[in-house]
């Protein structure tokens, strides 16, 4: 008989069904929009303002000297880097000149993960190599936004198959599936949604509000500082949140769907407790 790690004196262990929610049912898939849009819009800007910079795109010395400095053990102190094995490896990277060419590769790095991010395209990989990038700057002793960044990245990659719901991966995942559920292009039937298709209409509202709410938040990123940034901010979060929810749908909802429905979402399919599996099917 096969043990099950899951259980404890037969009874099965299960996850809270606010855990299970926020990272598998796609009503919360506005969560990891928002999350994303933040986090792609920080690689972004990162990876662009360093373009025209040759320290960075020529002769890679930004790098290089980040390198040094975190490989150094001060006499008498303590090393930027705090693990032997780790300041090993940048000395080797030193030794062979490796920022010629690695400085470059970061900045492309920084920009394809914001632009994946941001439109939500194999977004859990996205993630993924983000938080790894911001392991490395924190091992090499580099704090900053690093530790916040990597912590959004870890949810966003738990939250793989429902936080590019609001972006290209709604098409993209069931075309290409997981490497242990092939999707149509490689004969499976990964989807992300078991529940019937919406009507066209509330569709294109639906999406237009969070295409709204996204440039809304992206205009006050580029553009805006202080509180009108904040409030257009909150504004931006608000839109993206009730649409995600199914909230205040103004156009016809589904045959049978009540009006209070289409305001604050059916109770049926996605509203019960059943609608956690929505992502997972």
């Known amino acids: 008989m096969q043990h099950d790690p899951a259980t404890t004196n037969g009874t099965r262990l299960e996850n809270p069904r606010w855990i299970t929610a926020l990272f598998s049912d796609k009503r919360f898939a506005w969560v990891w929009l928002i999350a994303r849009v933040y986090l792609g819009w920080q690689w972004?800007?990162?990876?662009?303002g360093k373009l025209d910079n040759p320290a960075w795109m020529e002769t890679g010395m930004a790098v290089r000297g980040f390198w040094e400095r975190a490989a150094t053990v001060p006499e008498g102190g303590r090393p930027v880097a705090a693990y032997d094995w780790y300041r090993g490896f940048l000395q080797f990277m030193l030794d062979i000149d490796a920022h010629?060419?690695?400085?470059?590769?970061?900045?492309g790095g920084e920009i394809l993960v914001g632009v994946a991010l941001l439109v939500g395209a194999l977004t859990?990989?996205?993630a993924f190599f983000g938080a790894f990038m911001n392991m490395n700057f924190m091992l090499a002793g580099t704090a900053s936004t690093n530790p916040v960044m990597a912590l959004i990245a870890i949810g966003i990659v738990?939250?793989?198959?429902?936080?590019?719901?609001?972006?290209?991966?709604?098409?993209?995942?069931?075309?290409?599936?997981?490497?242990?559920q092939p999707g149509r292009l490689f004969g499976g039937e990964a989807r992300v949604s078991s529940e019937e298709p919406e009507p066209t209409a509330v569709t294109v509202e639906r999406w237009v509000r969070v295409l709204l709410g996204v440039g809304i938040a992206l205009y006050a990123l580029a553009v805006?500082?202080?509180?009108?940034q904040v409030i257009l901010l909150l504004?931006?979060?608000?839109?993206?949140a009730v649409t995600g929810m199914g909230w205040f749908t103004i156009t016809g909802g589904r045959p049978g769907e009540s009006f209070s429905d289409r305001m604050f979402g059916s109770r049926g399919g996605s509203g019960s407790t059943g609608g956690s599996d929505d992502a997972a099917t």
């Open 158 to 180: 738990i939250a793989w198959k429902i936080a590019g719901w609001w972006g290209v991966d709604r098409v993209l995942l069931p075309a290409l599936g997981a490497p242990w």
């Open 224 to 228: 805006l500082t202080g509180p009108v």
């Open 44 to 48: 972004l800007t990162s990876g662009w």
């Open 235 to 240: 504004l931006a979060g608000v839109l993206v």
């Open 124 to 126: 859990g990989v996205a």
């Open 100 to 107: 010629t060419w690695f400085a470059p590769m970061v900045v």
